[in-house]
């Protein structure tokens, strides 16, 4: 899993924070990254290289 904030790579079962948005658990290297993402996850979001649909 990717940290949508940071971009790095973090595993699921050692990850610091994890939060559903929409659906999605997103995981992170820190509470800091969760406490971003939580209050305005979609500039994180839109910026994903995949990107999905649209
Ligand atoms: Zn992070």
Sequence with gaps: ???PVCGM???PATAAAAWEHEGTV???C???C???F???P???LSGDPSGRGM
């Design 38 to 40: 939580r209050e305005d």
């Design 42 to 44: 979609d500039p994180f």
């Design 30 to 32: 820190s509470v800091g």
């Design 1 to 3: 899993m990717i940290d």
């Design 26 to 28: 997103y995981y992170f």
């Design 9 to 11: 790579e973090v595993e």
């Design 34 to 36: 969760m406490e971003r």
